[in-house]
């Protein structure tokens, strides 16, 4: 290989365990290996900045405006409240779940599909009384399976469908023409999920009951009218550094003080409710002007307007990973008060200042009420979400904004215009008619995905304008011993394996050039192994951090690791099965 080829191939190398086993996003491991390249002169700028200007990628990012005109219209609640309802048994239940999700995950990018539903399906298996371990893994896998279905199911079809097109102008595919393969792969993967995933997780605790009884994470105090506290600040009462307590808040007179700073006077007969272990009440008790709270029940129970009980799922992106609660100075930057922390559908009991934040933590935090929505497009949370609260409103423009979406699909599908061209339409339409502001339109631009792809592609080109490419075809072709077949196998394992450690879509741009010159060389058609491409790089069942949607259900459903292995790998077996025995059948090699 010539020596670019060299550079270009271990780079490539070099990113992959870079994004599976850092804390560094992946779209910065991909631009930082961009430059590299860029540096070294391996690839030029065009080819570096090919990705930016790539149909796929534009059609994502206009996509993502027209799903975030449904979610701030309540589109999604619309069709959670229609379709949940009261079913009679578990076996109904899961069908009033899985089905509607699969078929919205077709059209609409999972993540805010998924993110909408599991606030409603927490409140909904405990109105049922279904145990919601057994419904958030299956929802997670149904809105993945429902994304096969057309070209729009998720921003890796589009992108592949992007590179193929720019590759052979000639071979464009249509928004359903996947559906051939990918409805029999949902099909078979939903089946299995409603009759066989389920029955394979073990009984666990959710984060929901590890919250459930405030007493065991707080302590009340109150202060007393005849005590020296009264008219003093938190800071001059000794209240705010206490080594394993901090002040959540106060309630006076039927209200609520949250977020308590240290200049807030303390009034006689203030109740005061700390947060930490029990053990530590020792501490509040050696304080003169305090006594223990006389009322019956926790005021954390009580509803007040000013505040807020909320959990917030941490995300592998949150800057506080790693660091303890009380050093990162998290209530400062968020204006919320953590008042507990769940792993692993476990309380985490011991001193709360002193826990170090990881990702799928579900965080129980006491905030104000704008908070929900500041933060709920936070790159630091995965999913935030009002303990026992109702569903949004559904805004009057829902159907609107879904009669866009259809619109964008009608189009595209029958060929009046690009699905670029169209995505484009549709995104000017929801703002031009008031379904999306523009600040929400950039809040819903996942920019992250977005930077990820584009710089996949330049990692691509520098493969195969350096040659790495058609040295790792020819090794490919010699392993497969020259059979279309074979080729086909390894494709799709190759990419299903690398879409457990990395990012779906960094995972097929990286290897679809590979793939194309191998094919070239076969003298083959491409588009089975395009295809193969996409359903691989969509099959990530095995672990909870191949997929946005797995890591967003594994804190509130308190799964362990190896429950994704136990339910998703039978999954994926049954997916890979599917999907190779039909891509031949359709796409002749």
């Not at 990628?57 to 609640?77: C, E, H, K, N, Q």
Request: glycine share 10%.
């Amino acid at each position: 290989m010539p020596f670019d080829a060299w550079i270009a191939l271990s780079v490539v190398i070099a990113v992959f365990p870079l994004m599976a086993f850092t804390r560094l996003g992946p779209d910065m491991v991909l631009l930082g290996a961009l430059i590299l390249l860029l540096t070294l002169g391996v690839i030029d700028s065009g080819e570096a900045l090919a990705g930016f200007s790539n149909s796929g990628l534009f059609t994502v990012a206009f996509l993502y405006v027209l799903v975030a005109s449904i979610r701030d219209t309540g589109g999604i609640d619309l069709i959670i409240r229609f379709v949940l309802g009261r079913p009679r048994t578990q076996a109904g239940a899961r069908v009033r779940l899985l089905l509607p999700v699969a078929a919205l995950s077709g059209f609409l990018n999972n993540t805010p599909v998924v993110a909408t539903y599991i606030p409603a399906v927490l409140s909904w298996s405990r109105r049922l009384q279904i145990p919601s371990h057994r419904l958030l893994m299956p929802l997670s896998f149904a809105s993945i399976l429902g994304g096969t279905i057309t070209l729009f199911g998720t921003s890796t079809n589009l992108v592949v469908h992007g590179l193929l097109v720019e590759r052979y102008p000639t071979l464009a595919m249509g928004v359903f023409d996947i559906a051939l393969v990918g409805v029999p792969v949902a099909v078979v993967g939903l089946a299995y999920l409603l009759f066989i995933g389920h029955r394979l997780l073990p009984q666990r605790r959710d984060a929901a009951q590890a919250f459930e009884n405030p007493r065991e994470y707080t302590i009340e105090m109150e202060v007393d009218p005849g005590g020296p506290l009264v008219d003093k600040t938190v800071e001059e009462a000794g209240l705010r550094h206490l080594q394993e307590l901090f002040l959540v808040e106060i309630e006076r007179d039927g209200n609520i003080v949250s977020v308590v700073g240290p200049g807030e006077r303390l009034k006689a007969g203030d109740r005061l409710v700390f947060a930490g272990t029990s053990a530590a009440a020792v501490e509040l008790q050696q304080i003169r002007g305090l006594v223990p709270s006389h009322h019956d029940g926790s005021s954390l129970e009580k509803d007040f307007k000013e505040r807020r009980l909320v959990e917030a799922v941490v995300s592998d992106q949150c800057q506080f990973v790693g660091q303890r609660i009380r050093d990162g100075h998290f209530r400062t930057l968020y204006g919320a008060a953590v008042l507990a922390v769940c792993r692993g559908g476990e309380r985490v009991a011991g001193n709360l200042g002193q826990v170090r934040l990881q990702p799928s933590d579900v965080l129980l935090l006491e905030a104000r009420p704008p908070f929900i929505e500041r933060h709920r497009q936070s790159r630091d949370f995965l999913l935030i979400s009002q303990l026992n609260g109702a569903a949004r409103p559904v805004h009057e423009k829902a159907w609107l904004a879904w009669s866009i979406l259809l619109c964008v699909v009608g189009l595209a599908t029958f060929g009046v215009m690009s699905m670029m061209n169209a995505a484009m339409l549709g995104a000017l339409l929801v703002l031009i008619t008031g379904c999306c502001t523009v600040g929400a339109a950039k809040r819903g631009l996942d920019t992250q995905v977005l930077l990820t792809i584009a710089a996949s592609f330049g990692l691509g080109a520098a493969l195969e304008s350096s040659g790495a490419a058609g040295t790792l075809a020819g090794m490919a072709l010699e392993l497969a011993g020259g059979s279309p077949w074979l080729l086909l196998f390894g494709t799709y394992v190759l990419v299903a394996l690398l879409t457990e450690l990395v990012t779906n879509n960094a995972a097929a741009v990286i290897v679809f050039p590979v793939v194309m010159a191998s094919a070239e060389s076969l003298g083959v058609s491409p588009i089975p192994y395009v295809v193969a491409v996409m359903f691989a790089a969509s099959a990530s069942f095995l672990t909870p951090i191949g997929y946005q949607t797995n890591l967003m259900v594994y804190g509130p459903g308190g799964y362990r690791f190896g429950d994704y292995l136990r339910v998703g790998g039978l999954l994926n077996l049954l997916v890979a099965a599917t999907a190779l025995t039909l891509i031949p059948l359709f796409w002749a090699f």
